[in-house]
């Protein structure tokens, strides 16, 4: 089986809420997802297209857990 996405956490805020960064693959696209945890729920901040960066280490994360 294929993992699918790689999620890191990128940093907090002043209030110490952790913020996660997703990348995944959507149909052929590499996209981001930056989210926290609040209250026992994913709080979805934003979602864009990958920047060239990401693409890269998700192409390479996924290759080294395959």
Known sequence: ?????????????????FRWIALGKAQECIIAVIYTEREGRIRIISARMARTKEREIFHQRIRDTS
Do not use: L, Q
Not at 1 to 12: F, L, N, T
């Open 1 to 17: 089986m294929h993992k699918r996405h790689i999620s890191d956490r990128i940093g907090s805020d002043r209030d110490n809420e």
